[in-house]
């Protein structure tokens, strides 16, 4: 079995930020949260990174990330385009947005043959969580069902005071399982500390209720599912919205749980999540990145 290998979703990283130049520098000495994460997976055991990004984009994210990772990492890219397909398969003609999270991982189908962790590109992780994720996946052996795993956190660890957040609430058997991953949006900890979401009929969230942060552990196994996901995607549910309907990493393992060929193991951090949600987080996650420095977490000239 090979070294697991860490795979970043970055490709939508230009047009949230307006250019990759323009991610904000977040750390004491101008870090990006890029910057924290690869440093965590490499203190995990990580050796290999492949980055999934716009083609046109290579030249600015070696220049702004690249060429840093390939200090601790071997560095990698992938290209997330409309035309990353299974064979006979075309994307609807004038459609430009990406096709989701599920097809950005299916692009790594010929780059990756090892177990493998995957990460949003913006999100701040933590330490712990990397730790776990690389020691599941460094035993990760598929048997009579797939075998993957996710990293959960606590649902109150992944607030904001700025505004509401969507997160996959996530539930478990008695075995730490998952069975059901549900999207909440408009979650936010009302002014009686009790932590509530306001789409649908609305609810509460339970403290220490797990929830994913997109940080999940795959065998091989699973890009090849992701094609046959892709097919029934472009052949079902496509045509309804052919412009921006989309193919989601979470509705691909859930199609798999559901149908008795995949387990997906919770594994729980108390770390917390941090993350530009609003402008107004930015102060607050730069404070968490300085404290950290100083308390010796992180060296100052990461």
């Not at 594994?267 to 300085?290: C, E, I, M, N, S």
Request: charged residues 20%; proline residues 5%.
């Amino acid at each position: 079995m090979h070294q697991p290998v860490l795979v970043i979703m970055a490709a939508g990283l230009g047009s949230r930020y307006g250019g990759l130049k323009q991610i904000d520098p977040l750390g004491p000495n101008g870090q990006i949260i890029l910057d924290y994460s690869i440093y965590d997976a490499y203190r995990a055991g990580f050796r290999r990174v492949v980055f999934i990004i716009k083609p046109e984009l290579e030249d600015a994210f070696e220049q702004a990330i690249g060429r840093k990772a390939r200090r601790l990492m071997q560095v990698d890219y992938v290209y997330q385009t409309l035309s990353v397909l299974p064979e006979g398969l075309v994307a609807p003609a004038g459609r430009e947005k990406p096709l989701g999270t599920g097809h950005a991982v299916y692009c790594v189908k010929d780059a990756v043959d090892a177990p493998f962790a995957v990460i949003n590109a913006d999100d701040f992780y933590g330490a712990d969580a990397f730790a776990k994720i690389y020691a599941f996946l460094s035993t990760a052996r598929d048997d009579g069902k797939y075998r993957y795993c996710m990293v959960g956190y606590a649902v109150e660890n992944t607030l904001t005071e700025n505004g509401t957040v969507s997160r996959g609430v996530c539930t478990t058997d008695a075995d730490g399982l998952l069975t059901d991953i549900v999207e909440r949006t408009k979650i936010a900890r009302d002014a009686d500390g009790v932590i509530r979401f306001t789409d649908g009929a609305g609810g509460v969230i339970a403290p220490g209720t797990p929830v994913s942060m997109n940080l999940w552990g795959f065998t091989p196994s699973f890009l090849g599912e992701l094609e046959a996901q892709l097919r029934d995607f472009f052949a079902n549910k496509l045509p309804g919205d052919p412009m921006k309907a989309e193919f989601y990493l979470p509705s691909a393992v859930d199609t798999l749980i559901t149908a008795g060929k995949a387990t997906a193991r919770v594994l729980h951090t108390g770390a917390k999540w941090f993350g530009v949600t609003y402008q107004a987080d930015k102060p607050t996650v730069q404070q968490a990145l300085r404290e950290m420095t100083q308390a010796g977490l992180y060296p100052e000239d990461l």
